[in-house]
């Protein structure tokens, strides 16, 4: 299986800020890489796929970069509605794995 | 829009095998070339994938959960199923459906749309 490392765990932050979550592979998968963003009591949902490609209806303000093994999500001004927990997913091969989740809170 | 929405018990005592449907709304479950996937989360935890299967019957599954999963499809119900034998304590978790969907002609494809997913616990 295809192991990633997301960092960081917990990401303190303000209404404003831009940041950015990381997702490292164990090994090479292309550009085979989905963002998910996951509030409390809620199912995932999808914000991007193919490491860059915004899912339809997804604010501009997120955005995903990298390929091989090297990959960002960035939200570039944080709105309110951001604070949640976000997962990366590679479905480069199976099993399909995901990172251990980003929790982005309130500084 | 589609929709999906799980059901099944609740509550499994350990041992036995949970079972849990998936009704697909809003479109049929064999139109576009889709997959259906289950996925489950711990409480508290991160996301684990367990399978997936095609309307032809077809099927991808994760080789830790390999030897206790079935996932099979009822077209004429639009409805995929999970069933997981030989459950214990480690099984407890939400449970979600979801619809696997390619993007573009590379032949790879994610899960776009989500249940609300559903709570299963292992106890007696």
């Known amino acids: 299986a295809i192991w990633m490392t997301q960092s960081p765990s917990l990401l303190s932050a303000s209404t404003g800020d831009r940041v950015t979550i990381s997702c490292r592979m164990s090994q090479g998968i292309s550009s085979y890489l989905a963002w998910y963003q996951q509030k409390p009591g809620k199912a995932p949902e999808l914000l991007i796929y193919a490491a860059s490609t915004l899912q339809s209806g997804v604010p501009s303000r997120f955005s995903g970069s990298g390929s091989g093994t090297d990959f960002t999500l960035t939200i570039s001004c944080l709105q309110s509605e951001d604070f949640a927990t976000y997962y990366c997913q590679q479905y480069y091969s199976f099993p399909r794995t995901f990172g251990q989740g980003t929790k982005v809170e309130i500084k | 829009q589609v929709q999906l929405q799980e059901s099944g018990p609740g509550l499994v005592k350990p041992s036995q095998t949970l079972s849990l449907t998936c009704t697909v709304s809003g479109g049929s479950i064999s139109s576009g070339s889709y997959y259906w996937s289950w996925i489950r989360q711990p409480a508290g935890k991160g996301l684990e994938w367990i399978g997936r299967?095609?309307?032809?019957?077809?099927?991808n599954y994760n080789p830790s959960l390999k030897s206790r999963v079935t996932i099979s499809v009822d077209t004429s119900k639009n409805q995929f199923s999970l069933k997981l034998s030989s459950v214990t304590a480690a099984d407890t978790a939400v449970y979600y459906c979801?619809?696997?969907?390619?993007?573009?002609?590379?032949?790879?494809?994610?899960?776009?749309?989500w249940g609300q997913g559903t709570l299963v616990t292992v106890s007696s």
């Open positions: 299967i095609y309307t032809s019957g077809s099927t």
């Open positions: 979801a619809r696997d969907i390619r993007f573009g002609s590379s032949g790879y494809s994610t899960e776009d749309y």
